[in-house]
T-cell receptor, first 114, second 117 residues
Framework: AQSVTQLGSHVSVSEGALVLLRCNYSSSVPPYLFWYVQYPNQGLQLLLKYTTGATLVKGINGFEAEFKKSETSFHLTKPSAHMSDAAEYFCAVSASFGNEKLTFGTGTRLTIIP | GAGVSQSPSNKVTEKGKDVELRCDPISGHTALYWYRQSLGQGLEFLIYFQGNSAPDKSGLPSDRFSAERTGGSVSTLTIQRTQQEDSAVYLC???????????????FGPGTRLTVL
């Protein structure tokens, strides 16, 4: 079984500041890990994913995340926030075998302060 | 190309009525997933299709919920005797045949917002 915990349901950062959204996971099998973004009244869009190989993964819009097995974490970062980054962000996990259903965290709403 | 489409975009219904939600996946995507997004429960998996069969229905919350898929394409999620707690956004996603790559990306539709009065 898999589960995801996102610390902080709301995060506010100033434009140009570092964005850090936290995600910890639990999985009984080697996990695949994902970050999705959801803009208002839209579906989910994949930002980045970790499946195998390099533990630092880069995604769209300047985001990146690092898989740390020892800490069971997959935190999302962006060096400099932009107003267009305001959205809700979801961390998700799936098993590395079997069907690929996603188990999501509860989401973090990111607000950018001008 | 066209993405995943869902209809209707909004549905308001009265308690006790049946509703049908439709999902048109991306052409060639044999895997299809339904999820539910609600204030109290976050994003939850409901059911997974591979082709027309549903090997994982473990997320369906009650026997009032059912889904089918025909022709390996369109899927319909049916909720019978709707209750107020069924109010949520129902999201559909599709992906390429399983295991073509280490996890195929799931492409999400815009969702159907269901309100049960």
């Amino acid at each position: 079984a898999q589960s995801v915990t996102q610390l902080g349901s709301h995060v506010s950062v100033s434009e140009g500041a570092l964005v850090l959204l936290r995600c910890n996971y639990s999985s009984s099998v080697p996990p695949y890990l994902f970050w999705y973004v959801q803009y208002p009244n839209q579906g989910l869009q994949l930002l980045l994913k970790y499946t195998t190989g390099a533990t630092l993964v880069k995604g769209i819009n300047g985001f990146e995340a690092e898989f740390k097995k020892s800490e069971t974490s997959f935190h999302l970062t962006k060096p400099s926030a932009h107003m267009s980054d305001a959205a809700e962000y979801f961390c998700a996990v799936s098993a590395s075998f079997g069907n690929e259903k996603l188990t999501f965290g509860t989401g973090t709403r990111l607000t950018i302060i001008p | 190309g066209a993405g995943v489409s869902q209809s209707p975009s909004n549905k308001v219904t009265e308690k006790g009525k049946d509703v049908e939600l439709r999902c048109d996946p991306i052409s060639g995507h044999t895997a299809l997933y339904w999820y539910r997004q609600s204030l109290g429960q976050g994003l939850e998996f409901l059911i997974y299709f591979q082709g027309n069969s549903a090997p994982d229905k473990s997320g369906l919350p009650s026997d009032r919920f059912s889904a089918e898929r025909t022709g390996g394409s369109v899927s319909t999620l049916t909720i019978q005797r709707t209750q107020q707690e069924d109010s949520a956004v129902y999201l559909c996603a599709s992906s390429l045949p399983q295991r073509r790559t280490p996890h195929n990306e799931q492409f999400f539709g815009p969702g159907t917002r269901l309100t049960v009065l």
